[in-house]
C-alpha cells in the first residue's frame, strides 16, 4: 500500500509539471487554434534562464531562498517575452494564412530556438542547484514524497487557482473566453483580439517556465533538449484532457503523470512512454474530443 | 452622419462592393435591401472594418474610420447585430450583455441599461444564467440585440434580424427597432431580405445588386415602386 502511495505521489508530481506546460498549448488552441510547438523550448529557456541568474547570484553570495524567487521571477519574464515576440513574429503574420502554415511555422520556431541554445550554450547537461528548501517536519516521510515533490504540487496548484480566477472572473479572462468562442464577433464587441492573443501568449509561456524551474531544480541537470520531450509529454496530456480545455489539460497532465508513474513502478521504467503513448491511442480512438474536451462546436 | 463614398471591397480576388455610396443621417432608419449574395452582409463588415474596403472612404461623424481596426470603429459608437446572431454560446446570458459594454467603464450608467434592457426583454432576466447557446432562435436575437444596445451605440447596424424567426417574434423584434430609434434616437442602418417588413419601418432605403446600388429612395417610394415590388415584395 505505501508503494502504491509512493507512486500515486510520484505521479502527481510529473502530472503537475506535465499541466503547468499543457496549460500553454490548450490555450493558444483555444484561442488561434494553432499547436505552438515552440511551447516545450519556452519551458526549455525558462530552465535554462533560471540556471543562468542562479548562478551569477550564488557568485554573489545570495542565500538559497531569495536566489529561488528571483531565478524563478527572471525565468517566467524573459520565458513570457519570448512567448510574446515568437507570436508576433512567426505566427501573427500568418494569421489569415491557412492554419498548415502557422503549424510549419512553429515547427520552424521550435527547431530555430533548440539550436539556438545549443550554440549559445552546449549540448552537454549542465547540472542545475537544488534551489528549493527541505522542510525539517516533512523529513520522516521523505521516502514517500520530498519537500521539493510537495512545492511543485503546491505551487502549481496556486497557478492553477490564479489563472481559474482571472479566466472566470476577469475583464480579461471574458475577453479570452468570448476570443476562443467566436474572434469576429469579440472584435464586434470592442476587444482588442491581438492584445487578448498575446497576454495568452505570455501567460502560456509563464506558467511553462514555472514548470521548467521547478523540474530542472528538482532533477538537478538540464540540456536543449529537454523541451522536446517534456513539450510531446505536454502536447500528449492537453489531448487526452482535450484540447482548449483548461481544466482538461491539469486532468490529462495528472492522467498522464500516474501512468507512467504506476507503468515504471509496478511494469519497468523502460516502458514509461510505451504506455503514454498507447494512452494517448486509445484515447484518440475511442474519444478523440478528449476527456473534458466537446466535440467539434460549429460555428455559426 | 455615416458616409460611404466609392467603397470597393474584395475577399481575396472577388469583388464583393463595386463602388458603393450610402448615406446615413442622425436619428434615421435606413434600410438595405437586396438578394443574396448583392453584397449587403459585406457592406456592414466594412463599415464594423472586420473586412476594411480596399479602396474608398467611410466616414463616421466625419471622421475617417476605413482604415481603423474594429474595436475602435466600436469605440466610436458603431454596434453590430451580425447575422445568424453570433451570441458568445458558453457565455451566460448576463456574460454576453457584459461583452457588449466591454468598452465601458461607468458602472452605474451600465447598470441602468442592464435594467432598461431586462425591462424590454423579461425574458433575458429569467434566463440570465443560462449559457446563450441554450437559447432559442427568438431570445438569441433580442439577446444580440440587446448586446449590441448595451455599448450605447450611436449607430445601429443590424444584419437580418428576421432571418429564421417565427412570423410573431419578427414582428416583435422590429417593434422593438421602432422603439430603440424613437426612445433613444440610435440611427438604424438595417440589412434585410423581408423587404416589405423594412421598408414599412425604414425612413429611406438602398436597393443593392451585384455588389452595386441600384436604387435609392424614400421608403415609402421604394414600396411604390413597381421593379421594386416585382423583385424584392413579391406583388
Not at chain 1, 541568474?53 to 521571477?73: P, R
Not at chain 1, 479572462?173 to 492573443?197: C, F, H
Not at chain 2, 474596403?53 to 451580425?82: N, T
Amino acid at each position: 500500500m505505501e508503494y502504491f502511495i509512493e507512486l500515486f505521489l510520484g505521479g502527481l508530481t510529473r502530472g503537475s509539471i506535465y499541466a503547468l506546460i499543457a496549460l500553454g498549448y490548450t490555450m493558444v488552441y483555444g484561442i488561434i487554434e494553432l499547436i505552438n510547438f515552440a511551447h516545450g523550448e519556452i519551458y526549455m529557456i525558462g530552465a535554462f534562464t533560471a540556471l543562468i541568474v542562479a548562478s551569477v547570484l550564488t557568485l554573489l553570495g545570495f542565500n538559497e531562498l531569495s536566489i529561488l524567487v528571483i531565478a524563478s521571477l527572471c525565468a517566467v519574464i524573459w520565458a513570457a517575452s519570448y512567448g510574446f515576440t515568437i507570436e508576433k513574429l512567426a505566427y501573427k503574420p500568418l494569421r489569415k494564412a491557412p492554419r498548415l502554415s502557422a503549424l510549419i511555422s512553429a515547427i520552424g520556431m521550435s527547431i530555430f530556438l533548440q539550436n539556438y541554445v545549443l550554440l549559445a550554450q552546449t549540448s552537454d547537461f549542465l547540472p542545475f542547484p537544488a534551489l528549493m528548501p527541505e522542510f525539517g517536519f516533512l523529513e520522516p516521510y521523505a521516502h514517500i514524497m520530498s519537500s521539493a515533490e510537495v512545492i511543485i504540487v503546491l505551487t502549481t496548484a496556486l497557478v492553477m487557482a490564479a489563472l481559474t480566477f482571472l479566466i472566470k472572473f476577469t475583464r480579461l479572462g471574458k475577453a479570452m473566453r468570448a476570443t476562443a468562442q467566436d474572434r469576429d464577433m469579440a472584435l464586434l464587441s470592442g476587444v482588442n483580439v491581438n492584445r487578448v492573443i498575446s497576454f495568452t501568449f505570455i501567460i502560456g509561456s509563464a506558467t511553462a517556465a514555472v514548470g521548467g524551474v521547478l523540474i530542472a531544480s528538482h532533477i538537478g541537470m538540464i540540456n536543449f533538449y529537454i523541451g522536446f520531450i517534456a513539450g510531446i509529454k505536454a502536447f500528449t496530456a492537453a489531448v487526452l484532457g482535450g484540447i482548449g480545455s483548461v481544466p482538461g489539460a491539469v486532468l490529462g497532465g495528472m492522467v498522464l503523470g500516474w501512468t507512467e508513474s504506476f507503468a515504471t513502478g509496478y511494469v519497468s521504467s523502460d516502458y514509461e512512454d510505451v504506455f503514454a503513448f498507447t494512452l494517448l491511442v486509445l484515447i484518440l480512438i475511442f474519444r478523440p474530443e478528449g476527456i473534458l474536451g466537446r466535440s467539434t462546436t460549429q460555428k455559426v | 452622419m455615416l458616409k460611404l463614398i466609392d467603397v470597393n471591397t474584395y475577399y481575396g480576388n472577388i469583388q464583393a462592393l463595386k463602388g458603393i455610396d450610402i448615406e446615413v443621417d442622425e436619428g434615421e432608419i435606413i434600410c438595405l435591401i437586396g438578394a443574396n449574395g448583392a453584397g449587403k452582409t459585406t457592406t456592414l463588415m466594412s463599415i464594423s472594418g472586420i473586412v476594411p474596403p480596399r479602396q474608398g472612404e467611410i466616414f463616421f461623424m466625419g471622421r475617417p474610420i476605413h482604415e481603423m481596426d474594429p474595436d475602435a470603429i466600436v469605440g466610436l459608437g458603431i454596434s453590430q447585430v451580425p447575422e445568424g446572431r453570433r451570441i458568445f454560446p458558453l457565455l451566460t446570458v448576463a456574460e454576453n450583455l457584459d461583452m457588449g459594454a466591454f468598452l465601458r467603464n461607468d458602472k452605474s450608467e451600465i447598470k441602468k441599461d442592464l435594467a432598461y434592457i431586462y425591462d424590454l426583454f423579461p425574458i433575458l432576466a429569467e434566463r440570465r444564467h443560462q449559457a446563450g447557446g441554450t437559447l432559442s432562435g427568438g431570445e438569441q436575437q433580442m439577446l444580440a440585440i440587446s448586446r449590441a444596445l448595451m455599448a450605447r451605440p450611436r449607430l445601429l447596424l443590424l444584419d437580418e434580424p428576421s432571418l429564421g424567426l417565427a412570423p410573431m417574434v419578427v414582428r416583435r423584434i422590429f417593434q422593438i427597432i421602432e422603439k430603440i430609434n424613437a426612445e433613444n434616437r440610435t440611427t438604424i442602418f438595417l440589412v434585410e431580405q423581408n423587404a416589405n417588413l423594412a421598408l414599412k419601418i425604414a425612413h429611406r432605403g438602398y436597393v443593392m445588386e451585384n455588389g452595386r446600388i441600384t436604387l435609392a429612395d424614400s421608403a415609402a417610394s421604394l414600396l411604390s415602386n413597381e421593379a421594386v415590388k416585382k423583385a424584392y415584395l413579391g406583388i
